[in-house]
Structure formats: structure tokens, C-alpha cells
């Protein structure tokens, strides 16, 4: 198991070093927190403002008070399975941000890019333990959707885009489209779900869901969400998803 910094915010390219590996970390140690990320930067050169540098763990940025688990998975079959934990590293400080490049492009790598496909909708998932069980697929006859698991995910959903901080890392993604693999699970739409999934029982106007997505401020156009909650049947997370995805490939053509 290693513990990978990875440099976002940045432009990407074939010979951008933007991971680095935290040297020498004691593998005995089962939590890591946010003064023994600074004592590493630190060593690396990074010794001002190192406040105003955001690092992320499954989309949350890492605070004072708080350690954050590193998890060994253990396989059905008793055996242990170690998982690298990714770190993302951002900031808005020019000055700061020229130094981590500095610093990327000296300790560190360029990482390899990975396909990664996802074919089934996982809802209310643990992202900091992975279970080997989730990567199997849902057989079709088995995938219900109904009133109550709209409204339950449409609650999950608002709740995740209220968060700055996932806003944040959305406008991240959109600048370097690449760099957030962790994302792809969210951003993709897939071949999960098709329309015969959905029950025939809810508003064709879906007011109430338009509303809810319009607060979120994320500056998409009144037409493409009414016309995408119809696809969806009012599903917000399926509707999010697939315009992001959409807006995704438009803005790479």
C-alpha cells in the first residue's frame, strides 16, 4: 500500500509529473493525518502558506482535528488485499501552485492513465473501504426502482452538490478532465439503468426535482434539465450525472 499525492488544478499532458509518494511512511501506522502531510511537504520545500493548500481524501478536505483511516480490505476468502489512498493536492494561490509544480516535476511522477467503466449505480457507499463485491454487476431482473429509492437518492444527492467543496472539485474536473479518476465512478453515465427500470407513477412535470437542481446553481440551461428529468423520471442523481457527462464530451470535442 502506498500513499500517492496527486498534483489537480493544473494543465494536464503526456510528461506532467503530477504524483508523488509519500517517502518512507511508516507502514505500521493505520491513520494518517494532516501534520504529517505538512512534515512532508515541508521536507519536499513547501515550508510558507502551506495552509492555503486543500488535500483532499474521498472528497473531503482534510482538517486539523481530525486522522483519516487507511484501510486494508480483507476477501471473502481471508486473504488481504492493500489499496493505495489518493491525496489530492489543489490550491488557488498562484505562487503556491508554481511551487507544488516545482516540486511534482522534481520528487515526483507521471501517472499512468487508466480505463476505468463502471456498469452499475452504487448508492450509499463506503469510498474509504473498497469491497470486491460492488464490482460485480446487478443481474437485470433484480434492479427496482422505485418511489421511495428516487426520493431517498434525490435527498443524497442535493445534500452532495450543496457541498462547496464537491462543487469545487467539479469545476476541477471541467479544467483538467483527467485527473480525477476517483470522479469517473460519479461522472459516467454508463449502461446501468435504461427507462423500462422506471415506474410509470410520478409527475411528468417534476417541478418540485427542477427546483432542486436549479438552487444548486450549477449554470445549466432550464430546457436540458426539464427535458433530461423527463428521461430520468425525475431521478436527480441519474439527471445530474448524465448532463455532466454530456457537458463533459462537448467541451473535449
Same mark, same amino acid.
Given at each position: 500500500?502506498?500513499?500517492?499525492?496527486?498534483?489537480?488544478?493544473?494543465?494536464?499532458?503526456?510528461?506532467?509529473?503530477?504524483?508523488?509518494?509519500?517517502?518512507?511512511?511508516?507502514?505500521?501506522?493505520?491513520?494518517?493525518?494532516?501534520?504529517?502531510?505538512?512534515?512532508?511537504?515541508?521536507?519536499?520545500?513547501?515550508?510558507?502558506? =502551506? @495552509?492555503?493548500? $486543500?488535500?483532499? /481524501?474521498?472528497?473531503?478536505?482534510? %482538517? &486539523?482535528?481530525?486522522?483519516?483511516?487507511?484501510?486494508?480490505?480483507?476477501?471473502?476468502?481471508?486473504?488481504?488485499?492493500?489499496?493505495?489512498?489518493?491525496?489530492?493536492?489543489?490550491?488557488?494561490?498562484?505562487?503556491?501552485?508554481?511551487?507544488?509544480?516545482?516540486?511534482?516535476?522534481?520528487?515526483?511522477?507521471?501517472?499512468?492513465?487508466?480505463?476505468?467503466?463502471?456498469?452499475?449505480?452504487?448508492?450509499?457507499?463506503?469510498?474509504?473501504?473498497?469491497?470486491?463485491?460492488?464490482?460485480?454487476?446487478?443481474?437485470?431482473?433484480?434492479?427496482?426502482?422505485?418511489?421511495?429509492?428516487? =426520493? @431517498?437518492?434525490? $435527498?443524497?444527492? /442535493?445534500?452532495?452538490?450543496?457541498? %462547496? &467543496?464537491?462543487?469545487?472539485?467539479?469545476?476541477?474536473?471541467?479544467?483538467?478532465?483527467?485527473?480525477?479518476?476517483?470522479?469517473?465512478?460519479?461522472?459516467?453515465?454508463?449502461?446501468?439503468?435504461?427507462?423500462?427500470?422506471?415506474?410509470?407513477?410520478?409527475?411528468?412535470?417534476?417541478?418540485?426535482?427542477?427546483?432542486?437542481?436549479?438552487?444548486?446553481?450549477?449554470?445549466?440551461?432550464?430546457?436540458?434539465?426539464?427535458?433530461?428529468?423527463?428521461?430520468?423520471?425525475?431521478?436527480?442523481?441519474?439527471?445530474?450525472?448524465?448532463?455532466?457527462?454530456?457537458?463533459?464530451?462537448?467541451?473535449?470535442?
Amino acid at each position: 500500500m502506498s500513499i500517492i499525492y496527486k498534483l489537480v488544478g493544473i494543465k494536464s499532458g503526456d510528461n506532467v509529473k503530477n504524483e508523488i509518494i509519500h517517502k518512507d511512511w511508516d507502514v505500521q501506522k493505520n491513520e494518517i493525518n494532516i501534520q504529517d502531510v505538512y512534515s512532508l511537504f515541508s521536507t519536499l520545500g513547501c515550508t510558507e502558506n =502551506i @495552509n492555503e493548500i $486543500k488535500f483532499i /481524501i474521498n472528497s473531503e478536505t482534510m %482538517k &486539523d482535528e481530525k486522522s483519516y483511516s487507511i484501510f486494508h480490505s480483507m476477501d471473502t476468502d481471508g486473504k488481504s488485499h492493500e489499496y493505495n489512498l489518493i491525496i489530492h493536492v489543489f490550491t488557488i494561490n498562484e505562487e503556491l501552485k508554481n511551487k507544488l509544480i516545482t516540486i511534482f516535476d522534481t520528487h515526483g511522477y507521471v501517472a499512468k492513465k487508466e480505463v476505468i467503466q463502471t456498469n452499475v449505480i452504487q448508492t450509499n457507499v463506503n469510498p474509504k473501504r473498497p469491497n470486491i463485491e460492488l464490482s460485480k454487476p446487478i443481474p437485470e431482473d433484480e434492479i427496482k426502482i422505485n418511489e421511495e429509492t428516487i =426520493i @431517498n437518492s434525490n $435527498k443524497e444527492t /442535493i445534500s452532495l452538490f450543496s457541498n %462547496k &467543496d464537491f462543487q469545487t472539485l467539479i469545476r476541477i474536473y471541467y479544467e483538467n478532465s483527467d485527473v480525477f479518476k476517483t470522479f469517473a465512478s460519479y461522472i459516467s453515465t454508463g449502461n446501468a439503468v435504461d427507462a423500462s427500470h422506471f415506474s410509470n407513477t410520478r409527475d411528468v412535470r417534476f417541478d418540485d426535482e427542477f427546483q432542486e437542481i436549479k438552487s444548486l446553481n450549477l449554470n445549466i440551461d432550464d430546457e436540458i434539465i426539464q427535458n433530461t428529468l423527463k428521461r430520468f423520471n425525475g431521478h436527480i442523481n441519474l439527471t445530474l450525472r448524465y448532463i455532466l457527462t454530456t457537458r463533459s464530451i462537448e467541451s473535449n470535442d
